[in-house]
Structure formats: structure tokens, C-alpha cells
């Protein structure tokens, strides 16, 4: 817990003019998360549009990675999965609203868990959780409902503006243990030492250094971080992938079976099963993923061509 990012606190210069505009969102925002789910999933849809529409190069990026991801596609199936992660886009706005402001009764009664046996099993072990989980747009939400049945430990990124910061901060800590610093890689193997379910991304390009180029989907060299393995092979939790997901009645956190093994194999071998594995829950419901982010964008070498122009 020494490690914990300390709370932010509140700033009367919050109440300044340099701060109208993000109160003024931030109440738009607060008044729509009261309207029914279906009300605000039509609303984000139509977010989703807009957003595409102010930022052409990302919505092009977001077709393009599909398009590099599963090159077995249709034009009909591609146009379909790329304009339904668009309405999902917006949408994940508001859900951010909803995992920061909605009130305990209503996420939980909007959220359920399956696969919860494998973290059961795992305590039951006595063992903690490195639970892998997918840049899926709904993530800040799941953070919240499975902090109600599993209090978790996450990496925190602090904001650059102080107030978005302290409304980020605080509306993330609703549900779970603490959070530490993104960069605090012993502050995560001690809690995972502490047997705590702790929540890892591995899913994006974080640069060439300390990254492998393994296949994912169609790309059979994708920029893959070797981090996710160090953190598997210091510790001795339980390694399984984590996804967020919508349903009907609001949204599930699925759980998949434990990665083990992971540890034992060479950096190449273990990081493309992992990617696999990823594709394979990824394809569950790859309209929610974050394509935005260039996910193939860091290449073997300086004279490799970008996947992007």
C-alpha cells in the first residue's frame, strides 16, 4: 500500500474560468448517465458518428487495423465491423460517465461475472491473479463491477489536467483496492505478492524497447511487450486473460481459464500462444476493441514500411 497513488485533492481554483468548459461536459455527461441504458447506447451511437467525423485519421486507423487483423474479411463484413466499433467508440464516453458516477445498485445490476471459478481457484490456492485484460472501449466500466466481487490493483496514468485528474482518480476508486503508478513495475509484483487480483494491459504497441515481433491476427510481426512475461515469471500468481463485454442487459466481465506454462517457454514461443489467445477472445467481440490505437504501427526495422500509408 506504500506504493498507492495518493488521492488528489480538491482545488478551490477548480471553480476558476480556466475550468467552465470540462464543468460544463462534465455535467452534460452526469445528466445523460441518469437516462435508461438503451437511451444512452442510442446517444453514444450517435457520439460514435460525430467522433469519426472530428478525427478522420483515427476512424481510418480503427478500419485499417481491422482490415490487418482479419485479412479473411469481406468489404461487407469489414464495413459492418467498422461502423459498429465506431458506434461502440462513442459509447465508451459514456461509459466512462457511468463507471465513475453511476451509484453501486446500478452498476451491479447492469454487470455479471462469468468464469469467476478460475480467480476461486486461484485463492483457493492461496495464490494471487495477474489478470491480462483487453483494451476493450468498456474497460472503465468493467473496473468498476468486478471491483464489487474482486477488489483489484491496477496501473494509474495521471492526467495532465489537475481537475479531469482528480474526477478520473476518484471516480476510478470506487470499487477497488488502490492504484500505483503505470511506471511502478515493483509496485505491481509486490501486490502480486500480496496474492492481490491485479489487472495488466498487454495488448498494445508500447514502442520497441523491451517489445518482440511476434504474429497477431493477419500481422506476422506485431510489436508484443516482453513486460507481461517478466511480471508472469516473478511471481507466482495466476496468470489468465480478462475481457469486457456487452451484453443485452448492460455488461459482463468473462474470465477466461488460466495461461500456464507461459513462464516455462522461450520469450517468442510464450508471447505468441499469448497472442493467440487474445485473438481468440478478441474475435468473441471485436467490435468493442480499442482499434484506434495503432496497434501495428512500430515495426522490425527503420526500413520496414508502415502498415498505415
Not at 524497447?209 to 516482453?226: D, W, Y
Request: charged share 25%.
Amino acid at each position: 500500500m506504500a506504493a498507492a497513488i495518493k488521492a488528489p485533492k480538491f482545488k478551490l481554483s477548480f471553480l476558476g474560468p480556466r475550468y467552465w468548459l470540462i464543468w460544463f461536459a462534465v455535467g452534460l455527461l452526469y445528466v445523460i448517465t441518469w437516462l435508461p441504458l438503451p437511451a444512452i447506447r442510442v446517444i453514444g451511437a450517435g457520439a460514435g458518428k460525430l467522433i469519426a467525423r472530428i478525427v478522420p485519421k483515427r476512424a481510418k486507423v480503427a478500419r485499417r487495423n481491422i482490415e490487418l487483423w482479419n485479412p479473411a474479411l469481406s468489404n461487407d463484413e469489414l464495413d459492418r465491423l467498422y461502423h459498429e466499433n465506431i458506434r461502440r467508440t462513442g459509447m465508451a464516453l459514456f461509459e466512462t460517465a457511468m463507471g465513475w458516477w453511476w451509484p453501486t445498485w446500478r452498476v451491479q445490476r447492469a454487470f455479471e461475472i462469468e468464469g469467476a471459478e478460475h480467480i476461486e481457484a486461484a485463492k483457493a490456492q492461496g495464490k494471487g491473479v495477474f489478470g491480462m485484460a483487453l483494451h476493450n472501449m468498456n474497460v472503465e466500466f468493467a473496473c468498476r463491477g468486478i471491483g464489487y466481487s474482486y477488489p483489484s490493483v491496477a496501473f494509474y496514468r495521471k492526467h495532465n489536467n489537475p481537475l479531469i485528474d482528480y474526477l478520473q482518480y476518484h471516480g476510478r476508486n470506487q470499487s477497488n483496492k488502490y492504484m500505483i503508478d503505470k511506471r511502478n513495475a515493483k509496485a505491481l509484483l509486490a501486490a502480486m505478492d500480496d496474492k492481490e487480483l491485479c489487472l495488466y494491459l498487454p495488448d498494445q504497441d508500447y514502442g520497441p524497447k523491451q517489445s518482440i515481433f511476434v504474429p497477431f491476427g493477419g500481422v506476422k510481426e506485431t510489436a508484443t511487450t516482453t513486460a507481461t512475461l517478466m511480471f508472469i515469471r516473478r511471481s507466482e500468481s495466476i496468470p489468465m486473460l480478462i475481457t469486457s463485454q456487452y451484453t443485452k442487459r448492460g455488461y459482463k466481465i468473462k474470465v477466461f481459464p488460466p495461461l500456464l506454462g507461459l513462464g516455462e517457454m522461450d520469450d517468442h514461443a510464450a508471447l505468441t500462444l499469448l497472442n493467440e489467445h487474445i485473438d481468440k477472445a478478441l474475435k468473441e467481440q471485436p467490435e468493442s476493441y480499442l482499434w484506434m490505437h495503432k496497434r501495428f504501427k512500430t515495426r522490425p526495422s527503420k526500413t520496414s514500411p508502415s502498415l498505415y500509408q
